[in-house]
Each structure stands twice: as structure tokens, then as C-alpha cells.
């Protein structure tokens, strides 16, 4: 499929359902609610972001999709399943098995290599051997361009590297969706670019992207853009002109880097 030919796609299936998400936490007497009632559905394939400003409840809607978090009131369905009436461990193995985080700050495993890193999501899948394991982690990292680095460890390596290390660690278990918390805010403008050009061959390669930001540019290149401000939708648009980041990155200046 191409990328702009991808409006609604109504045949896929639902990967994401929240009915009427609602998040409050006391500060002192006070209560906050940092989810006033969120509604939506994400389908198979779609690469949404998610944006808003500081305090509009992105980390906290993050963590509710990431299942590191349960609603005050309201229901998430993950891959048709209900996540408020799972235990803590059942989350966290669902987490394991149907997520890939990527994270502004990368999160990996110092002084350790890449595949080693990668490997990681796999420990805890029994049914997966320690041939295998390795197996997938370098096709991983062979697909996010990294086959040449898989011995390197991370602190051999530059921050877009390792944010490609991260995004093959998010691949290995094939999750039902990719969730990034500002994947590229610690990047410069052409790393940012190089790794936007990542995240739209995953696109079209069909998976699940949610990528919350707070940088409007971001949204160009993605398929939805979902907008929250006080703990409410504020707008959800589909993208019918998506921007080609690869394009982006040739058109920079050769020696732009800020
Ligand atoms: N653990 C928490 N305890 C108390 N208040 C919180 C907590 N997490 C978030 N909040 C509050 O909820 C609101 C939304 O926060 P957050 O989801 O972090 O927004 P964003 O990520 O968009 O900056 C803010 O008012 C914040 O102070
Ligand atoms: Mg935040």
C-alpha cells in the first residue's frame, strides 16, 4: 500500500480500543484528571501521532496504551483483549508479548551490545530457543540497518544508532503495536530525519506505530494525527498528504545538523 493512498482503512483489524478513558490521581486533597474521557479506535497498520502540550495527558495516555498503567474508569481493549480486569503480571506479560516501546532516552543495556540488547524481549519467552533468539535479533538489527554494528555495544555508538538498537529491540517479538514516547527528541535534525525514513518503512511494511510528541512536524509524516489538550481528544484527522521523510532528508542542507 502506498503511503498516500492509506486514508481508513475499515477492513483492518481493531489492534487499539479505548471507550471513554478516564484517568484521575490525587495530589494531597486534590484530584487531577489527567484523562478526562479518551475515545478511539486504532486499526491495524495505521501510524498515528499523538500530540499535545506539556501537562495535555500524553505520558499518562502512553502508559494506559502501554498497559504500564490501568484506567480510573473507562475500558482498553488490546488486540480485543480487556486490560482493566488484568492482574498486574498478566499486564506485564501481555505488555511483553503485544508492545514495543521505544523511548526517547533509547533504554538500553549499557556497555552491552546490540544484539545482546535486542535479544532481551525474548528471554522471557519460553518458547523461544536460544538459536532462535539470536537469530531474530540479528534480522532485526539487519533491518533497521544496523548488520554491520551487531557486536558494537551501546556506548560505542551515536544516539541514532542506538535509537535504531531500540527500534530493532521493539521489532524482535513482532508486537501488535509500536508505542514511541518522543523518539526523536534527542536526536538532531538529520538523525531525526533518518529516523523518521525508519519509522515510515515500517509503516509500510504494515505495522502499528503510535508515536506521541510534542513537535508538530512530526505529524506530517504519519498517517493520523490524534490532538489532546486537558485530558481530552481535541481532534483526530487522518493525513491525506503524507510527507516523505526520505525526500526530507535529501532536501536538507549537506551540513545541516541542528
Ligand atoms: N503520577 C501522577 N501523579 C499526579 N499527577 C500526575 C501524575 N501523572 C500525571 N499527572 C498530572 O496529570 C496531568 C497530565 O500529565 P502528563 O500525562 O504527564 O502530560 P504530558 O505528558 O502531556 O506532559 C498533569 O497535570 C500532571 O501533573
Ligand atoms: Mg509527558
Not at 194 to 222: C, M, S, W
Request: with cysteine; aromatic share 6%.
Amino acid at each position: 500500500m502506498s503511503m498516500t493512498e492509506q486514508i481508513k482503512d475499515n477492513d483492518k483489524k481493531v489492534v487499539i480500543e479505548l471507550q471513554n478513558v478516564k484517568r484521575d490521581f490525587m495530589v494531597g486533597d486534590e484530584i487531577v484528571h489527567a484523562l478526562r474521557g479518551v475515545s478511539f479506535t486504532i486499526r491495524e497498520g495505521e501510524f498515528v501521532t499523538i500530540m499535545g502540550k506539556s501537562g495535555s495527558g500524553k505520558s499518562t495516555l502512553l502508559n494506559q496504551l502501554g498497559c504500564l498503567d490501568t484506567p480510573s474508569s473507562g475500558e482498553y481493549y488490546l488486540d480485543g483483549v480487556s486490560v482493566r480486569k488484568m492482574s498486574k503480571s498478566q499486564r506485564a506479560t501481555l505488555r511483553n508479548r503485544k508492545i514495543g516501546f521505544i523511548f526517547q532516552n533509547y533504554n538500553l543495556l549499557p556497555k552491552t551490545t546490540s544484539v545482546e540488547n535486542v535479544e532481551l524481549p525474548l528471554m522471557y519467552n519460553p518458547d523461544v530457543s536460544v538459536r532462535e533468539r539470536h537469530e531474530r535479533a540479528v534480522e532485526a538489527l539487519k533491518a533497521v540497518g544496523l548488520g554491520e554494528r551487531l557486536y558494537h555495544k551501546s556506548n560505542q555508538m551515536s544516539g541514532g544508532q542506538m535509537q535504531r538498537v531500540a527500534i530493532a529491540r521493539a521489532l524482535v517479538n513482532n508486537p501488535a503495536v509500536i508505542l514511541a514516547d518522543e523518539a526523536t527528541g534527542n536526536l538532531d535534525t538529520r538523525t531525526s530525519f533518518e529516523i523518521l525514513v525508519l519509522f515510515q518503512k515500517l509503516h509500510v511494511e504494515g505495522r502499528t506505530i503510535i508515536f506521541v510528541t510534542h513537535n508538530p512536524d512530526i505529524a506530517r509524516y504519519a498517517s493520523r494525527n490524534i490532538q489532546l489538550r486537558d485530558g481530552r481528544v481535541i481532534s483526530d484527522e487522518y493525513n491525506r498528504d503524507i510527507m516523505n521523510a526520505a525526500e526530507g532528508l535529501a532536501a536538507l542542507p549537506a551540513n545541516s545538523d541542528e
